[in-house]
């Protein structure tokens, strides 16, 4: 069975950084995918950032970029997001989510992705 296991989450300042780190078991992810979303209260999930295992090709959602960092580590099935300069905003639960099949491409939407984690709880104050 497939589980993806989010940790790094906490309460920070704002103009702080924190790093998450997603950890998938239960099958090979080299050549999938993975991605980060996150949801804030009253919410619908959004996209925050998406890399490639091929050629680690990345994307970030505008109002992360330049803020956040998404890399993988050196083992294949685990995946980071560096985030710095957090803001109030960036306050919500983030996921970590993997695909399930060979796209070549970093997915910006959810439906894209089969597998999730069960979210981190990232706050900022003001």
């Known amino acids: 069975q497939v589980q993806l296991v989010e940790s790094g989450g906490g309460l920070v300042q704002a103009g702080g950084s924190l790093r998450l780190s997603c950890v998938a078991a239960g099958r090979t992810f080299s050549s999938y995918a993975m991605g980060w979303f996150r949801q804030a209260p009253g919410k619908e999930r959004e996209f925050v950032a998406a890399?490639?295992?091929?050629?680690?090709?990345?994307v970030y959602a505008d109002s992360v970029n330049g803020r956040y960092s998404i890399s993988r580590g050196n083992a294949e099935n685990t995946v980071y997001l560096q985030m710095s300069k957090l803001k109030p905003e960036d306050t919500a639960v983030y996921y970590c989510?993997?695909?399930?099949?060979?796209?070549?491409?970093?997915?910006?939407?959810?439906?894209?992705?089969?597998?999730w984690g069960q979210g981190t709880q990232v706050t900022v104050s003001s």
């Open positions: 989510a993997a695909e399930s099949h060979y796209t070549g491409t970093a997915p910006t939407t959810s439906r894209a992705y089969d597998y």
């Open positions: 890399i490639t295992w091929s050629n680690r090709a990345t």
